[in-house]
């Protein structure tokens, strides 16, 4: 394929509403977006012929498969990926406006090997975060290298080299919130050295998050998380997510059995609910991220697990009385659930279902089959939302655009380039798919 296909330059440059999409799930911390006149059907049929498939704006060619979902803010485009064969940990910068590679950074030469026995992780499954002027980039590794714009490095460290080994069984996949000019890194992290026949647990892997100075680097303090887990239970693949509501502004952290919130400031916890995991215990592992509205915070638990409403504004151990409702029809243990236009979107990886749901009362809007028979994939990756649709794709990197008022399918497209867990993004009117292979822009 041309490796960067141009086409509608012009329109990528003037686009009304635009938002930046500079972390992992979105300006407003939630998988939305309030962009308008997005795309409900796009083409990348010919595009190896330099035709101009529809809706499709341009395809960059990418070095190496990764996870890590892509980061837009203005005209940059911030993507972390392996190279072919996995020794090298890449940061790249794209130009937003013509899909070509500013720059590109090898942040971490390492030996190539597997890295979950499931086959889906690699140690670039981390999202880029950004603010505009600067970004940085985390690898599995618990390498992270922050660079301003024009690819200059400002900082690097090893978490660690500074703060105990990664001792997750599928490889350390969470990616850092930024708030108020502080990143804010979770590690959940088994608290025994299993790969090497640890059999006891050692207090010196505990579980923590760690807040350090966007500008520099440094740690600023570094606040336990602790929690009734033991063995596989500590690990959490999720990600800290911001929660502002009237009152009070916390760091939502989910895994390890419980949902917690932490103060900024120092970390401290100010309330946690638990367990994720009922009538069940063991090698039970957080993937998804949480969710909130003022009144309620949304989290899956492990798979087979429920979603549960968390009643806002608690304090202390919440117990039982702290659960609003649960969901179980399905589970939504991979994908992370979506807040967009009043209703929680659930999604599951497994069945590949997806329900419209009453966020105050747990009711049913609407569900349905996102895949069409003949697709066996799965849903790794995390739905979006924007100007009345719904943007998700599959293990095989097959797209599925939907209303987001009623199930209805508005187009499917068959991309197909292996595995793909890195979630769609929205940004400057345009839509961003990345597959193992490419950086997909869609828009009108």
């Known amino acids: 394929m041309n490796k960067c296909l141009l086409a509608g330059i012009a329109i990528l440059s003037c686009v009304a509403h635009a938002e930046n999409w500079g972390q992992w799930r979105g300006p407003n911390n939630n998988g939305s977006t309030s962009e308008s006149n997005l795309p409900d059907t796009f083409s990348i049929e010919d595009a190896d012929k330099k035709t101009h ?15 890590a979902t892509p980061v837009v803010f203005d005209t940059n485009v911030f993507v972390a990926s392996n190279n072919a064969d996995g020794s090298e940990l890449i940061g790249i910068c794209i130009n937003r406006l013509d899909g070509k590679i500013r720059w590109q950074k090898v942040v971490v030469k390492t030996t190539p090997g597997t890295v979950s026995g499931t086959g889906k992780n690699t140690l670039a499954s981390c999202s880029p ?40 069984l599928h490889g ?11 990143l804010y890194v979770q590690v959940l992290r088994r608290d025994r050295l299993e790969a090497r026949g640890g059999k006891a647990a050692d ?3 505990d579980s923590y998050l ?31 997510v911001l929660y502002e509501r009237p009152g009070r502004t916390e760091i939502l952290i989910s895994g390890s059995l419980w949902v917690s919130g932490h103060d900024p400031e120092n970390g401290k916890e100010f309330w946690h609910w638990g367990t994720l995991t009922p009538k069940i215990t063991g090698n039970v592992r957080s993937v998804s991220l949480p969710v909130a509205t003022n009144d309620f915070i949304f ?36 994908p992370s659930p979506m807040l967009y236009d009043n209703y929680l979107y659930l999604l599951d990886d497994d069945k590949k279902k997806m329900s419209c749901i009453e966020p105050g009362t747990g009711k049913v809007k609407w569900d349905g089959l996102l895949s069409a028979p003949e697709d066996k994939a799965g849903f790794s990756s995390s739905p979006v939302a924007g100007d009345g649709k719904i943007y998700c794709m599959n293990e095989r990197g097959n797209v599925v655009i939907l209303s987001s008022q009623e199930f209805k399918v508005l187009c499917r ?10 979630s769609p993004v929205i940004a400057q009117g345009h839509v961003f798919f990345r597959t193992a292979k490419r950086l997909y822009c869609v828009g009108k």
């Not at 970004?135 to 660690?160: H, N, Q």
């Not at 350390?172 to 502080?182: F, M, Q, V």
């Open 413 to 422: 497209v068959d991309i197909d380039e292996g595995f793909t867990a890195a």
């Open 53 to 67: 498939p529809k809706n499709l704006a341009w395809v960059c060619d990418l070095p190496g498969a990764s996870n």
């Open 172 to 182: 350390y996949s969470s990616t850092p919130l930024l708030y108020k000019e502080k």
């Open 203 to 205: 207090p010196k892997f």
């Open 210 to 240: 760690l807040c350090m100075d966007w500008k520099s680097g440094k740690d600023i303090f570094k606040a336990p998380r602790k929690s009734d887990a033991k063995d596989g239970e500590c690990e959490s693949y999720s990600s800290p």
């Open 299 to 334: 989290a899956a638990g492990p798979r087979k697990r429920p979603v549960f409403a968390i009643k806002a504004g608690g304090n202390g151990d919440m117990k039982e009385g702290g659960k609003a409702w649960e969901f179980a029809a399905h589970d939504c243990a991979v």
């Open 129 to 168: 975060v950004t603010d505009g002027k600067q970004v940085c980039f985390t690898f599995g590794t618990g390498d992270m290298a922050c660079y301003d714009t024009d690819g200059k490095e400002l900082w690097t460290r090893s978490i660690p080299k500074d703060h105990g080994e990664l001792t997750y």
